[in-house]
């Protein structure tokens, strides 16, 4: 069995592993390359891999930096199937067409303001696109063993978010596994991630391989900068990931509201996208940690802003309020037009509710930027900046290790590190070599591993 790291590598986004095997060749994640624009170039190259000879795809989860290329391989041809969570294909169902829209939406405002330096600037795919690419999308359960060619493949809870897995590959005598994002042992929304099973390989995420999550309790930082932000009669925006992140903010909210903690300020969710995925969320509550009473409890007390001119109406509120947006990067999405309205305002605060990739505007802010590029305009930020890691759907590297402790990986497994930042790779590589028995390396754009 070889393995190809086509994305994911020295970089959070852009996840796609090639798995060969006899003459069976399966694509484990099919994601968006994010952030630095020398990255996101990438996604515009021919794709490092012959179309015709992928027998299928297999997602983790339904994050676009693991999903988010499906539609470019089916606008190029592809029609094999893509298997993943019944909840991950609804997820994506979401996701995949809105990220068609947002890119079609960008096109033609940078066509119209000539911000681009082409004089028809094109999306990588529009929504249309999106929507095709969704009838390739087959359901599988966790634990369900399912064959493509020589392989056997199967899924395995992996907490983070809803529908997330870790993929299990079998073939030629020897089982791989593919980590996928990997959630927190005591999160908010979700459950723990099922331990692991004995592995020649294991390709883990590492995120947070250089860094725990605060024992402050995100609940309490919360709590503490809505007061405060109110108080001084201003706005607070949290850029959001519309699915996993908002939920927990929906609940987290919610939850201080009924218990007094917070004022009763309004909050206002402005992302159909995110508003979709909270239905998505009561349908599945077998899968996370929120009773019926507590999903509509979080839907009953939030604001739900779905048009564009609900979007916009916005402006004129003149009181204390939140507003919770996309994208969670702020690398696009509704909340750029809320920060180019209240940036300028000392009195806003920007609540980064998680890690905020290299190159992204989010960590730009968060490193002190004075301004910020936002459909070709300088705005100088005069808000606070916040950010609370406590919310993350990523397990740090002492849970990671945890959770490696309580799988079942035999003495001589080895681990290859993949969807992390450089720095994070080496102290992950470092602290694993150290505290466990396994061999670690770390994986390269376009490197290959053999079983």
């Known amino acids: 069995m070889r393995i190809i790291f086509l994305g994911g590598t020295e970089t959070v986004t852009g996840s796609k592993f090639l798995v060969e095997c006899g003459s069976t060749r399966v694509l484990v994640d099919c994601g968006l390359f994010q952030g630095f624009k020398w990255l996101r170039r990438r996604n515009w190259e021919d794709p490092p891999l012959d179309i015709a000879n992928v027998d299928a795809v297999v997602l983790s989860h339904a994050h676009l930096d693991h999903s988010g290329y499906i539609p470019v391989l089916y606008r190029r041809g592809f029609r094999g199937p893509v298997f993943t969570h019944a909840a991950t294909r609804e997820l994506c169902g979401i996701l995949l067409p809105d990220s068609g829209h947002i890119q079609e939406e960008d096109a033609r405002y940078h066509a119209r303001h000539k911000l681009s330096k082409h004089e028809s600037p094109l999306p990588l795919y529009d929504r249309e696109t999106a929507e095709k690419s969704m009838s390739l999308f087959q359901s599988v359960e966790f634990g369900e063993d399912f064959q493509v060619g020589d392989l056997t493949i199967r899924l395995q809870s992996a907490g983070h978010i809803l529908g997330a897995g870790s993929v299990i590959v079998e073939g030629e005598g020897k089982r791989v596994g593919f980590s ?8 908010i929304l979700m459950r723990s991630p099922d331990p692991l099973p004995g592995l020649d390989l294991l390709v883990l995420e590492s995120t947070y391989g250089n860094r725990t999550h605060p024992d402050s309790h995100p609940v309490d930082q919360i709590e503490h900068i ?121 009195r806003t605060t920007v609540l980064f509710a998680g890690y905020q990739a290299g190159g992204t505007r989010g960590a730009k802010m968060l490193a002190g930027t004075e301004s910020v590029k936002i459909h070709g305009e300088w705005i100088p930020v005069k808000a606070r900046v916040e ?40 102290a992950m590589r470092d602290h694993l070599a150290r505290e466990t028995r396994f061999a670690v390396g770390v994986a390269n754009y376009r490197g290959i591993a053999r079983v």
């Open 180 to 187: 996928g994002d990997v959630g927190r042992p005591a999160d």
């Open 226 to 346: 809505v007061k405060e932000t109110a108080s001084n009669g201003g706005a607070l925006l949290i850029p959001s990931f519309a699915v996993g992140r908002a939920q927990s903010l929906q609940h987290v909210l919610t939850t201080l509201k009924q218990t007094n903690r917070i004022p009763d300020v309004p909050v206002y969710l402005d992302s159909p996208m995110a508003i979709s995925v909270a239905d998505i969320y009561c349908r599945y509550a077998e899968h996370h940690r929120l009773s019926e009473p507590q999903c509509r409890a979080m839907c009953d007390t939030t604001h739900y802003t779905r048009s564009v001119e609900d979007s916009k109406a916005l402006a004129g509120l003149r009181f204390p309020h939140v507003i919770i947006a996309g994208s969670g990067m702020a690398t696009g999405g509704r909340i750029l037009h809320h920060f180019k309205r209240l940036l300028r305002d000392h």
């Open 387 to 426: 950010v609370i890691s406590g919310l993350s759907g990523h397990a740090d590297y002492v849970e990671m290790h945890r959770w490696l402790s309580q799988s079942n990986l035999r003495d001589n497994s080895k681990i290859t590190l993949v969807h992390g930042e450089p720095d994070a790779l080496e």
